[in-house]
């Protein structure tokens, strides 16, 4: 039998589906950060129409009377330092931040009418931060999300900087031997043959690096700074760290040892300039969430993405786009 491909359009419906059938999202009280997404999606959903505080309140917690104001209150309260927390990130993301806080009767969060590549990148690192509810087109976002780490390393490394993508979108063909065995060669390394030797030649993919890139000096010595990293959309990420140890285990390291990388498209950095939920974040790694991706990725061209249709038809999206 013959399997239907989903069209654009069917995709869209089935994120909105998702995304509406969430009553409540499950996610811890401390998670602020993973609440005010699912407001900043709410508020893409609702359109030019916006979410106000006691919309988001409903949402939550249903629009039955409170039996006792002390409930009312706590809730308030707790929505309240969700929306603090997008007034906070229109801040640290500044013109690239795609929503913008209308101050009417109430506070509104409201979808901007118009956007440079930046704020629709952040769009995309949205979409991306919550494949649950985008699962029909999770296998072109984290695509996608590769794709736009590689570009933000590019354009955070010096111009000498060599950056190969070793992962879903990897630069070597073949299976994980010869595809080690090629990167090796082009960054000057030498193998580690007793660890290349456990890998079995069936494998194509190898866990642990998704980005591999180096900085060469004028010479030829192997001493060079090497940049290992990992991409992941998952949002208990921290549980993939140990990988790129495990994958730098495949080279002999002259004199330093490579720094490992971490891309994320979450949230994380708060006005104090530090990381939300700072016990996920494990020593001896650099971090590239949400806003570091953002403000550093500058020489991409957006419309060149493939989830570039899919941005511009959530930006255009109304609750009338399902038949």
Known sequence: MKIQKMSFKDKVNDVYSNYKDIDKPDYKKYDLTAYADFLELMSLFSNSDGVTRGDFQDRLF???????????????????????????????????????????????????????????????????SNLNIFDSVQPLLTREFEKVSAITLK???????????????????????????????????????????????YNSKEKGCDIFSWVN???SNKNKLIFIAQCTCQKKFES??????RFTEYFIFYKKLPIQLFFIPFSYINQ?????????????????????????????????????????????YQENYID
Do not use: H
């Open 240 to 245: 993939k760290l140990s990988e790129v140890n």
């Open 155 to 201: 354009d955070f490394l010096p111009k000498n900087a060599v950056v190969k993508e070793f992962g879903e979108n990897s630069d070597y063909k073949g299976n994980t031997i010869s595809k080690i065995k090629d990167l090796a060669k082009d960054a000057g390394l030498k193998l580690n043959e007793e660890e290349i030797n456990e890998i079995s030649p």
């Open 217 to 219: 000096f004028g010479d």
């Open 62 to 128: 249903g629009t039955d009377d409170y039996d006792k104001a002390e409930n009312r209150d706590k809730d308030e309260n707790f929505v309240n330092s969700i929306f603090e927390k997008t007034i906070q990130r229109s801040i640290l993301y500044s013109d690239n931040y795609p929503f913008y806080i209308e101050k009417n009767q109430s506070e509104i969060l409201k979808l901007k009418t118009e956007f440079n590549d930046s704020s629709k990148l952040y769009l995309l690192l949205l979409a991306c």
């Open 272 to 316: 104090e300039n530090k990381f939300e939920n700072s016990d996920k974040f494990i020593s001896d790694y650099l971090y590239f969430e949400r806003l570091r991706i953002v403000t550093t990725c500058k020489s991409m061209v957006f419309s060149d993405f493939q989830a570039s249709e899919l941005v511009d038809g959530l930006i255009a």
